[in-house]
């Protein structure tokens, strides 16, 4: 039986919902500039919601869009889809903190290569929207979202390539990192039918020819993925500060993000829904705890906001069964509610926005809401 069409959204292929349109602006590395976000919040404003939501890839997205095409050309004007026919397949992720705080190596210059030469090639458009390209910086926070075609550095000049999500035991140089990504999604196209990800595939010999073609990986171990939100207040090596917070629900009023573009600093979104400001000297971020955290970030490490995501839900998912977003807030107003794992709250069996690593799943059913371990 062949696989439905990938309807994952984009800007020009906006998803129609109950509330409205969906679109979804990839940003690759997680990486907004203070312009381009104070140009999203004229778009949610005058088009949409009034909201930003943070994706489980780190990318953002508008909700209940009115005028699809008067947002498009803003998003283009921002300079946020320089490339209209790779929109959807810019699906980049990277540690967010590469070359600021730990990590093995600095690994923006690969994310950079890696965009530049996925737009310029133009069979590579036809990956299907869902394909995952991700670059670890050794610290194993983007291998273990399990990228299709992937990097995590062992040292400060080789990288061991990540295929589906698993070590593969060949590497790559930092100098042909972006190159060796870019063949990998080539070949998952000489092995695809209809399959959106690499794990979906029965068999992949092209994959298997070019692995065998690089170098055998030297004996490491893989490192554990951190389990700690990057929230509060982050030391940067180089004497600098970044600042990581959430909100709840991965939810952002435009109020919130317009005071973020304002700090005139980049923001980096990751995969956890954090949003990390980086570059703040210690006066700048004093600053903006005082200013951000009354309007609704959340800096505390230890919420139960750092723990917890969920769907749109009811009335915005017209599949939804339930209004789970205003089920959860209940919840975590209750006294004395702790939350010791991560969970992640969905309307119906879709499992819309659910994170890749272990975590609770907890389904509304015509019969309440059930909890399963995924």
Same mark, same amino acid.
């Given at each position: ?38 140009? +999203?919040? /004229?778009?949610? !404003?005058?088009? #949409? *919601?009034?909201?930003? =939501?943070?994706?489980?890839? &780190?990318? $953002? ?70 394909? +995952?390209? /991700?670059?670890? !910086?050794?610290? #194993? *926070?983007?291998?273990? =979202?399990?990228?299709?075609? &992937?990097? $995590? ?78 929230? #509060? ?142």
């Amino acid at each position: 039986m062949s696989r439905p069409a990938d309807r994952c959204p984009g800007v020009f292929s906006a998803h129609p919902a109950a509330d409205g349109h969906l679109a979804r602006i990839r940003l690759p590395g997680g990486l907004i500039t203070s312009s381009q976000l104070q140009a +999203l919040v /004229g778009v949610a !404003d005058d088009f #949409g *919601d009034a909201h930003l =939501e943070l994706t489980s890839r &780190g990318n $953002l997205q508008l909700r209940g869009i009115s005028d699809l095409d008067g947002a498009a050309e803003r998003i283009v004007d921002a300079g946020l889809i320089p490339t209209p026919s790779h929109e959807r397949v810019r699906n980049l992720q990277l540690s967010a903190l590469t070359g600021r705080r730990g990590g093995l190596l600095d690994a923006r210059q690969i994310l950079d290569d890696l965009d530049v030469g996925l737009r310029a090639d133009p069979g590579l458009a036809h990956l299907p929207a869902r394909f +995952l390209f /991700g670059i670890d !910086d050794g610290r #194993g *926070d983007i291998v273990g =979202e399990a990228p299709d075609a &992937g990097l $995590l550095a062992i040292d400060g000049g080789t990288l061991e390539v990540v295929v589906g999500g698993v070590r593969t035991g060949r590497t790559t140089t930092v100098e042909q990192a972006a190159q060796t990504l870019l063949a990998v999604a080539h070949a998952f196209l000489v092995d695809r039918t209809d399959e959106w990800r690499i794990e979906d595939l029965a068999g992949h010999p092209a994959i298997d020819e070019f692995l065998d073609s690089l170098a055998t990986a030297p004996p490491h171990r893989l490192p554990v993925p951190p389990t700690e939100p990057l929230v #509060g207040w982050l030391d940067q090596d180089d004497g600098l500060v970044a600042l990581g917070a959430v909100v709840a629900h991965g939810r952002m009023s435009s109020r919130i993000a317009e005071f973020l573009a304002a700090i005139e600093r980049d923001i980096y979104f990751t995969p956890r829904k954090e949003i990390v400001v980086v570059d703040l000297s210690e006066g700048m971020a004093d600053t903006v705890l005082r200013v951000l955290a009354p309007m609704g970030l959340i800096f505390d490490a230890s919420s139960p906001w750092t723990r917890v995501s969920a769907c749109a839900g009811s009335p915005g998912c017209d599949k939804s069964r339930a209004d789970v977003r205003g089920d959860l807030k209940l919840l975590l107003s209750t006294p004395d509610v702790e939350l010791t794992a991560r969970e992640h709250w969905v309307g119906c069996e879709r499992g819309c926005g659910s994170p890749h690593g272990h975590h609770t799943r907890v389904e509304a059913t015509d019969d309440g809401y059930v909890r399963q371990q995924i």
